[in-house]
């Protein structure tokens, strides 16, 4: 109870820097607007554009058949981001689970609202080693204040994969080949994959493929962050 009245009266302190942090985000307004925006972006996949390129997709996405219908990744994944994801994502560390979560939902808030949310799901070899996914973490904390549901276990990972980011685009690509399946239908759903850094997009793209071959009328992109 104590406890309870305590996370009431007292406003939570920022995480970086332990001043008052503002209301939806446990971070103080100086540490938020320290972060490194993605605001100059492709709109599809959010890959960093050139500050003089006037057009809103980038050049692979403009090549493409078929691409996200939109892309949220807020911030560039450069300090103090990297830290953040990196405690989220290498250990659970459920504080900065929140505050990543938080930046992504304030994101998103301002996008078109989806039907489900679906994570980036782990091969379970990884699932097993780490003991949580983080972009189902994230996507847990989206769900509490959208109104659409976490669909957990519609796609599963095939290929138990080694960290791939030191092979090439074409390197990514040729390797993700048959390494997602749908386990349901998804017709005529809008659905927004989930991660937590978005770095080629690679990954992502292989998914939405199987998300497409499911029934899923379009498809949205939501990352915290993109590597520049
Ligand atoms: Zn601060
Ligand atoms: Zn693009």
Not at 149 to 173: H, I, M, Y
Not at 207 to 212: D, E, M, P
Request: charged letters at 20%; one cysteine or more; hydrophobic letters at 40%.
């Amino acid at each position: 109870m104590y406890h309870i009245l305590n996370n009431l009266l007292i406003p939570a302190s920022c995480a970086l820097c332990d001043s008052t942090a503002i209301t939806d985000v446990d971070l103080c307004t100086d540490c938020l607007d320290m972060l490194p925006p993605n605001d100059r972006c492709c709109n599809a996949c959010a890959q960093p554009l050139p500050i003089d390129e006037t057009s809103i997709l980038c050049g692979d996405c403009i090549g493409r058949k078929t691409r996200f219908a939109r892309a949220i990744v807020p911030y560039l994944y450069r300090p103090p981001i990297d830290y953040m994801v990196k405690r989220l994502k290498f250990s659970g560390d459920l504080k900065f689970s929140r505050i990543v979560g938080q930046l992504l939902n304030r994101a998103a808030s301002q996008a078109p609202c989806p039907d489900a949310l679906i994570p980036v799901p782990l091969h379970p070899n990884r699932y097993a080693e780490r003991g949580f996914n983080q972009a189902d973490l994230l996507a847990r904390h989206l769900a509490k204040s959208l109104p659409i549901p976490v669909l957990r276990g519609a796609v599963s990972r095939l290929k138990d994969q080694p960290a791939q980011s030191k092979l090439t685009a074409s390197q990514r690509e040729k390797n993700l080949q048959g390494a997602f399946r749908a386990n349901l239908s998804l017709t005529d759903k809008h659905i927004a994959i989930v991660d937590d850094v978005v770095t080629t997009g690679a990954t992502a793209r292989a998914l939405a493929q199987q998300l497409r071959k499911a029934g899923a009328r379009e498809i949205s992109l939501w990352a915290v962050a993109r590597t520049p």
